[in-house]
């Protein structure tokens, strides 16, 4: 008989979420569910509590804790809401806790699995982003396992040879260059949250969607690379590659380059993070290579999509800077998303909060989570008035 391993997902209702309910849907003779949550959608949580089992259901808006016992009335499920009970979700002793929670909104906890030993699939760039040597050294110190859930991280932990990594010349990150990556400026100008969130290639959140059209999220998962791999930043490189099929590669001493390819398809690297060491069927598009005919890659155009050199900048800078990068971005891309601001002026935004707030070493969590809250007040006042 198959001991089953448990399960709690962090974000269960978003794109990386309703991937991996359909891999535990799939596999349910493998995993038993024992929490997830959401942010505010109660019915899709209620409804993926019920088709898995789930021991716990917790929905992030306590104002919609109401909402959320009536629609799991009758069930043996339990309801929490607001952040502690997120806290409580992830403190669970589940064996994998999948960390898909949108921004820094999810660092506590991930934290909280991270300080149990669980083994976190991290699909959370910003926990790394805003304090990833602090969460770094939590990982070490509490024996958890890392597994990223990034499509480009996870290549790079699939094809990364534990026994050669001091034999890495280089690590490539790739990018889909996103819906502007032959735009003009000048065309990019007049450019609308609808044909932002056009993704060619993924489908994926509301924010995600954004920050791959600035290439802020490349610039975020060359911060998250520099955490989960023992390569400096001068090593990382990104290249364009349109058709997201090599997810990225690792270029060794002897000249070897290794690449973990497949569509462009969220479930899986999921399912890796689920299965490791050992992989599980999952039902995506295989790859043709006839009909996909040729790959192509460029180097990125900073002038074009300066949020990579943003975030270059700040990751050379480090200390508190990426937490400044990080915040004012979420607050950037809101403000684009509801008509405040222009697509181009949300690198532009992030630039200059990094140049308003002096660097600092960044010494624990606390001072962070303050820095982040004070980064995101001072964005929205900026926005606001002008200034």
């Known amino acids: 008989m198959t001991i089953k391993k448990s399960v709690c997902v962090l974000g269960v209702t978003g794109s990386v979420g309703s991937s991996t309910v359909d891999i535990l849907k799939a596999h349910a003779d493998k995993y038993a569910v024992d929490a997830i949550t959401a942010h505010r959608n109660v019915p899709a949580l209620a409804k993926a509590a019920i088709e898995l089992g789930a021991a716990m259901a917790v929905i992030a808006d306590e104002s919609l804790y109401e909402d959320l016992k009536s629609a799991l009335s009758g069930t043996n499920i339990l309801v929490a809401a607001g952040d502690d009970a ?10 994998i806790v999948i960390a898909a929670i949108i921004g820094a909104a999810g660092l506590r906890a991930t934290l909280a699995a991270i300080r149990r030993g669980a083994r976190v699939g991290l699909a959370n760039k910003e926990t790394l982003v805003c304090a990833g040597d602090l969460m770094m050294a939590e990982v070490a110190k509490y024996n958890a396992t890392l597994i990223p859930v990034d499509s480009e991280h996870s290549a790079i932990f699939q094809v990364l040879e534990q026994k050669s990594v001091d034999k890495v010349d280089r690590i490539l990150l790739t990018a889909s260059g996103g819906p502007f990556r032959e735009w003009s400026l000048e065309e990019m100008k007049s450019v609308s949250p609808k044909q932002a969130l056009a993704h060619p290639n993924w489908d994926m959140g509301a924010k995600i969607s954004i920050d791959s059209a600035t ?3 490349k610039g975020l998962e060359l911060i998250e690379a520099c955490r989960l791999f023992p ?16 997810h990225s590669m690792v270029e060794y001493s002897d000249g070897s380059v290794l690449a973990q390819l497949g569509s462009p398809d969220m479930r899986t690297p999921i399912a890796y993070a689920l299965s490791w060491p050992e992989r599980i069927r999952v039902d995506v598009a295989r790859l043709d290579f006839a009909t996909i005919g040729q790959l192509n890659f460029t180097s990125p155009d900073l002038k074009r999509f300066p949020a990579l050199r943003l975030a270059r900048e700040a990751l050379r800078a480090g200390g508190t800077v990426p937490t400044v990068l990080n915040a004012a971005n979420e607050i950037a891309v809101g403000a684009f998303l509801g008509g405040k601001l222009t697509f181009l002026q949300i690198a532009e935004t992030v630039e200059r ?10 010494r624990d969590l606390d001072q962070m989570f303050d820095l982040d809250d004070m980064i995101r007040r001072e964005t929205l006042v900026m926005i606001k008035t002008g200034l």
């Open 86 to 95: 997120l806290v409580e979700a992830a403190s669970r002793p589940s064996d």
């Open 231 to 246: 390569v400096p930043e001068e090593r990382i490189e990104v290249v364009v590659h349109p058709q997201s099929v090599v």
């Open 215 to 217: 290439m802020m999220n």
């Open 353 to 362: 909060m990094m140049n308003r707030i002096a660097a600092s070493p960044l």
